[in-house]
């Protein structure tokens, strides 16, 4: 048998057959896994999401199942934003949806809970590539940097200060990175004036009026 | 039990993937900037490498030699992506820490490596028994590395291990250097090669010493 194998091994036909069967074998294993692991991947990522938008909501504000009850509104360039609504007894207690801005290294994901009267509910970064150590700091996981934001609004802080304290604004920076809070603060502000400019069709929850 | 501690003693020293081969030197920079960030790539990489050195050494004998690198190739990247998949699914807290980490492993040229020079040529056991050493070896490396840069870098060692090993090892997790103003270069990549290049000049040095106090020759030049 081995030796039979040996002098098998030096024709082309069975290099390229044991090729072919391991590449067969790989994509078998892989369509397998896939199938295996998809259902609870997907919820896992649900799970998360929901995790994430609890964090900028205070504690049992919504009623409703913030995942199933979304609305996608157009930011006019073709692309459309995912708001999910939380209600408190059918009526729009707030909304929570997604802003970016352009960070050190790519771009910034932040998570916005806004209430009614257009008030921060709480932020959270959800994702970065901010340098490990200087610009990770606007994660909660490393400081209470991200804190700072909750409970503002455009009515009680005016637009200018709307900036980290080297611009002028009212926001901390971080020793050796502001580049990066710099890119929250301003994704946080673009939030607020989203849900400036779309409150109406927000509160009114996806009902036709 | 003679032929294994052989085996860790290469892996761990003499053929350390870092500091002796000089392999998988991309991801030893890359995710060196905290100890903790090094123990999960390393761990992550061992366990790969030892299946992967089993599976090599269990076809090594009807794999041909003209085509052997393809399969190899083709067996780790499949293997990385069922690990990929399997943790995301079953230990999805773990994975949205190592989870960067498992993708970097594919390239990891150490793991395809030791397939080629060992396990190809071994058997089963001695191969697992030589994954297990390399990955311990490239895990201390990493490791080390990781814990000299954060702690010039941040004044920490060990920072968020709760993360990666769980809340029972949140005692390990030590702020050294309490108010350290922080030292970017360390945490960037040139303090990766700087740490490195110290490490290996340290290594070198301790070996010829000790090749010198055997009463092996050695020229004086190479010990100053």
């Known amino acids: ?209 | 039990m003679k032929r294994l501690v052989q085996t860790l003693k290469e892996g761990l020293w003499w053929q350390n993937v870092v500091f002796a081969q000089m392999l998988a030197l991309c991801p030893a920079m890359a995710v060196t900037t905290s100890g903790t960030n090094g123990l999960g790539m390393g761990l992550a990489t061992t366990a790969v490498l030892i299946t992967s050195n089993v599976l090599v050494a269990s076809i090594r004998s009807l794999v041909s030699p003209q085509v052997r690198i393809p399969i190899f190739v083709v067996l780790i990247a499949t293997l990385v992506t069922l690990v990929d998949l399997g943790l995301n699914a079953w230990l999805h807290d773990l994975y949205k820490v190592l989870g960067l980490f498992i993708a970097l492993i594919v390239v990891n040229c150490a793991i395809l490596g030791r397939a080629e020079a060992y396990a190809s040529k071994n058997g089963v056991a001695a191969s697992a028994a030589d994954g297990l050493a390399m990955g311990l070896g490239f895990t201390a490396a990493l490791t080390l590395i990781g814990l000299i840069r954060e702690l010039l870098g941040n004044g920490t060692l060990f920072a968020q291990a709760s993360l990666l090993l769980g809340p029972t090892f949140r005692a390990i997790e030590l702020t050294v250097i309490p108010g350290y103003g922080g030292f970017l270069l360390m945490i960037l990549p040139p303090g990766g090669f700087l740490v490195l290049g110290l490490l290996l000049a340290g290594k070198r040095a301790f070996e010829l010493r000790a090749r010198a106090e055997k009463g092996a020759v050695v020229p004086a030049s190479a010990l100053t």
């Open chain 1, 1 to 209: 048998m081995k030796l039979a194998i040996a002098a098998l091994r030096d024709r082309l036909a069975y290099q390229g057959i044991s090729l072919g069967v391991i590449a067969l074998l790989a994509s078998a294993a892989l369509a397998f896994a896939v199938s295996a692991t998809q259902e609870r991947i997907v919820a896992a990522e649900a799970r998360d999401l929901q995790a994430s938008l609890a964090q900028v909501l205070p504690e049992r504000f919504a009623d409703n199942d913030l995942l199933a009850d979304t609305l996608e509104i157009g930011n006019g360039d073709g692309t459309s934003k995912r708001v999910y609504l939380a209600r408190r007894q059918g009526e729009v207690a707030a909304a929570i949806f997604q802003t970016s801005a352009r960070g050190y290294a790519g771009d910034v994901l932040v998570l916005v809970g806004i209430d009614r009267t257009g008030m921060l509910l709480g932020a959270r970064v959800l994702k970065h590539n901010e340098t490990p150590g200087l610009g990770d700091k606007i994660d909660l996981a490393k400081s209470p940097w991200i804190l700072s934001f909750n409970g503002l609004s455009l009515a009680t802080l005016p637009a200018a200060q709307w900036a980290v304290k080297k611009d002028g604004g009212v926001f901390d920076q971080m020793a050796g990175a502001t580049i990066t809070p710099r890119a929250v603060v301003k994704a946080v502000k673009e939030g607020l004036d989203f849900f400036a400019a779309h409150r109406a069709e927000i509160l009114r929850g996806g009902r036709t009026p």
